[in-house]
């Protein structure tokens, strides 16, 4: 198999490229900080010494935290020029940002693919995700046998690498909410003295199943909230794309005022900002709460 680049090595990315070099793959990786790249080396990984090396390669990916980020490093200094390369970027962007990358991929003669992803890193490292894809077909066609090593399905949303990102933005908005509505009604339930941990087994054993429901509400339930799988910031930095989306749309989203008052809160409280964003039902939660939040 071809040799793939992969940029971008935090938790998320780290967990990527571990579950391709466990599934055959000859990966390249770079990091802004070269540290993180040492532990996927030892696993068989090499590391690139620039990200134009690791864009060099024929198929790439990327996992950066924003648009910034993404941004700085795929540049038009360490794309170069053709080379019938394709990119996949795999990170909760902004559709404008997917517009700005799409158009300087296209300016250099390569490919681009937005990819995010449905998943925390423990997922992506068993090969769990589900990946939201978008992008010219040829493209996308060649990046599926990698993303299937990191999926158990991919999900196609047409020609236009922007569409994915709204997608995913679109998902993070209703975790969002189902983040709130937990905490209001975890916190309704313990200022009437019944078991918390109990109501959110009945939750999600009955009328709201799945991933979100039954992970969020027992971590809530039971003030579970470190190591923190997804950060208190991200939280806040995709609420304010789902406002961006939402106003670029003409769409009103009367939950988000107050879903920024409480990420803001949380951000602001040093017993809070470095948890897990579940941790925001902590802000609805302290006039009647008992205990703090363990960390």
């Given amino acids: 198999m071809n040799r793939i680049g992969f940029l971008g090595l935090g938790n998320m990315g780290s967990a990527m490229v571990a579950r391709l070099i466990e599934t055959g793959h000859d990966v390249l990786?770079?990091?802004?900080s070269t540290e993180a790249?040492?532990?996927?080396?030892?696993?068989?990984?090499?590391?690139?010494?620039?990200a134009a090396e690791a864009l060099a390669a024929p198929l790439s990916f990327s996992m950066f935290a924003n648009d910034a980020a993404a941004e700085a490093v795929l540049s038009p200094s360490n794309l170069g020029q053709g080379g019938h390369r394709v990119h996949v970027n795999m990170a909760s962007i902004s559709p404008g940002a997917a517009d700005r990358l799409e158009q300087l991929f296209a300016d250099a003669g390569l490919g681009y693919v937005s990819a995010p992803v449905l998943g925390r890193p423990n997922v992506a490292a068993s090969g769990g995700l589900n990946i939201l894809v978008a992008g010219a077909p040829d493209h996308v066609r060649r990046a599926e046998p990698v993303l299937g090593d990191l999926s158990v399905r991919i999900?196609?949303?047409?020609?236009?690498?922007?569409?994915?990102?709204?997608?995913?933005?679109?998902?993070?908005?209703?975790?969002?909410?189902?983040?709130?509505?937990?905490g209001e009604s975890i916190t309704l339930v313990e200022s009437h003295d019944v078991d918390a941990v109990g109501f959110a087994e009945l939750l999600a054993g009955t009328l709201f199943g799945g991933v979100v429901y039954s992970g969020y509400g027992s971590m809530i339930a039971e003030r579970r909230y470190s190591p923190a799988g997804f950060s208190m910031a991200n939280g806040l930095k995709d609420l304010g794309l789902a406002e961006t989306v939402a106003a670029e749309g003409g769409v009103a989203l009367p939950n988000a005022p107050v879903l920024r008052e409480h990420f803001e809160t949380a951000l602001a409280d040093p017993g809070l900002a470095e948890l897990d964003w579940a941790a925001v039902a902590e802000v609805t939660r302290r006039p009647s709460a008992a205990q703090p939040p363990r960390g």
Avoid at 29 to 32: A, K
Avoid at 37 to 50: C, D, F, K, M, S
């Fill in 37 to 50: 790249a040492a532990p996927l080396v030892a696993l068989g990984a090499t590391r690139a010494a620039t």
């Fill in 29 to 32: 990786v770079w990091n802004r």
């Fill in 155 to 182: 999900w196609p949303f047409g020609d236009r690498p922007r569409r994915a990102n709204v997608v995913k933005i679109s998902v993070n908005y209703t975790i969002l909410n189902a983040l709130e509505a937990l």
